[in-house]
C-alpha cells in the first residue's frame, strides 16, 4: 500500500470515528495531512465526515493547489497556516464539537489559554490553547490570526465556531482534539464547583518532563 492511499484510508477512517461519536455534524469538520513529500491531503469541501470515500479526498501540492480529488474544505488556508508556522506539523484537525463551542462563548473563559489546568493530558498533548475572536466561515483572517500566533500554539479555539489542532501526525492530531473536546466539557461541568487544579509546579513539571510548548 502507498503512502498516499494509506493516509486517505486514515483520514477516512478517523473523520468517521469523530462523526460517529457526535464530534462533529452535518457537513462540518476537516482534517488534512502532509505527505512526506511536501503534498497535503484534505477532505473536500461539503461533505459529511461520516461518509467520506478515500478516492475523493483532495490532494493539494506544496503551496495548496489542487493536484487531483474533489474540491477542498474551504477551511484550507486556516489549515495551511498551521503549516507555515509550525514545521513540525504533519496533520491539522478542526471540529465544531459542542462542548469546546460552548466554552469559547463563556465571558469566564481565559482567551491565552481557554482551557483550565484540571488533567495533565489536557497540557500535555495541548500546552495552551489560545481563543481566536469570531470569522465568518472560510474567512482569510483566520489564516492571519493563526500566522499571528508565529507558531507559538498547536492549538487554537475560533469563538462561536470550534477548535483547530495541529499535531505531528493524523493520529496526533485526532487524540489532541478529543482531549481538547473531553477538557472542555470538564471545565464546563466544574464550573462554579472550585475543583482542584494542577498547580504551578504540576504545570511545570509537565511541561519539563514532556517538552511542552507552553
Not at 479526498?57 to 503551496?63: A, N, V
Not at 489546568?117 to 493563526?146: E, S
Request: charge should be negative; hydrophobic fraction near 45%.
Amino acid at each position: 500500500m502507498t503512502e498516499i492511499t494509506k493516509l486517505r484510508e486514515d483520514i477516512c477512517v478517523l473523520a468517521k470515528s469523530m462523526f460517529d461519536r457526535g464530534l462533529t455534524c452535518g457537513s462540518s469538520g476537516n482534517i488534512s495531512a502532509r505527505l512526506s513529500d511536501g503534498t497535503v491531503l484534505v477532505t473536500p469541501t461539503g461533505r459529511a465526515m461520516g461518509f467520506l470515500d478515500p478516492a475523493q479526498i483532495s490532494h493539494l501540492d506544496q503551496d495548496f493547489n489542487l493536484l487531483s480529488g474533489d474540491p477542498p474544505t474551504k477551511e484550507t488556508p486556516l489549515h495551511a497556516a498551521f503549516y507555515e508556522t509550525r514545521s513540525r506539523t504533519g496533520a491539522v484537525v478542526h471540529l465544531h464539537s459542542t462542548h469546546a463551542v460552548a466554552l469559547s462563548m463563556l465571558p469566564e473563559t481565559d482567551p491565552d489559554n481557554v482551557l483550565p489546568p484540571l488533567t495533565p493530558y489536557t497540557i500535555m498533548r495541548l500546552g495552551k490553547v489560545q481563543l481566536l475572536p469570531f470569522f465568518l466561515p472560510g474567512d482569510p483572517g483566520m489564516r492571519d490570526a493563526v500566522r499571528g500566533l508565529a507558531g507559538k500554539r498547536s492549538a487554537v479555539l475560533l469563538a462561536n465556531h470550534g477548535p483547530v489542532v495541529a499535531g505531528k501526525d493524523i493520529w496526533a492530531a485526532a487524540f489532541a482534539m478529543e482531549e481538547l473536546e473531553e477538557a472542555a466539557k470538564l471545565a464546563i461541568l466544574t464550573r462554579g464547583m472550585d475543583p482542584a487544579r494542577l498547580t504551578a509546579a504540576h504545570i511545570q513539571a509537565i511541561v519539563k518532563k514532556f517538552d511542552v510548548d507552553w
